[in-house]
């Protein structure tokens, strides 16, 4: 169906917000998203091209909104095993008001979140793989770095080791690096 392809997810605290784009246009191939997770009324749409797919099923938590997600995706004749994806990316830091959708990365938005007042001090380096072993299995693997400016506290995930700020120095770092990998089935 598309050559390559990219997944972004924005996962927030109810909803789950994606978009696969073209990584050599930045063009959006299709977007969509699940809202009201874990409520009596969620809801989830997916637009790809010219088709809209709307549910209104209720969905009890992020697992659960992810397989809808997957679920349109497959119902719009674009299941991801087919799409050429070549990379999945996930939202790291909020943008303030202005950047609420699946955005490129690129120098013109790094300068606009740097001088918003927006900028974290934190600088994150992640990279993931997913190869499919079947049109059902696949595994996966990603790592990321975390190096927080200034002392702030943030880290990778629960449970990752971290290198604490040497007390009293002024302007010392707290890093954190984290990896996973696993096995997917899709029933």
Same mark, same amino acid.
């Given at each position: ?20 784009? &073209? ?7 299709? &977007? ?7 409520? &009596? ?72 979140? &740097? ?73």
């Amino acid at each position: 169906m598309m050559s390559r392809s990219v997944l972004v997810l924005n996962s927030g605290s109810s909803s789950v917000k994606f978009q696969l784009i &073209d990584p050599d246009s930045g063009a959006s191939l299709a &977007d969509g998203i699940v809202e009201r997770i874990g409520e &009596d009324a969620s809801a989830a749409s997916l637009t790809l091209g010219e088709m809209d797919l709307t549910r209104g099923d209720r969905v009890a938590d992020h697992e659960a909104a992810l397989r809808t997600t997957f679920e349109l995706f497959d119902e719009a004749g674009a299941h991801l095993n087919t799409v050429g994806l070549v990379a999945v990316g996930h939202r790291v830091v909020h943008g303030g008001p202005d950047l609420y959708r699946p955005t490129l990365v690129d120098d013109a938005l790094v300068s606009k979140l &740097d001088t918003n007042g927006v900028s974290t001090k934190i600088d994150q380096f992640a990279l993931g793989y997913v190869y499919n072993l079947s049109k059902r299995t696949a595994v996966y693997t990603t790592v990321s770095r975390l190096n927080n400016k200034n002392g702030t506290a943030n880290s990778v995930a629960s449970g990752t080791a971290q290198t604490a700020a040497p007390s009293g120095v002024a302007g010392a770092s707290l890093k954190s690096t984290g990896a996973e990998f696993g096995l997917r089935h899709f029933f």
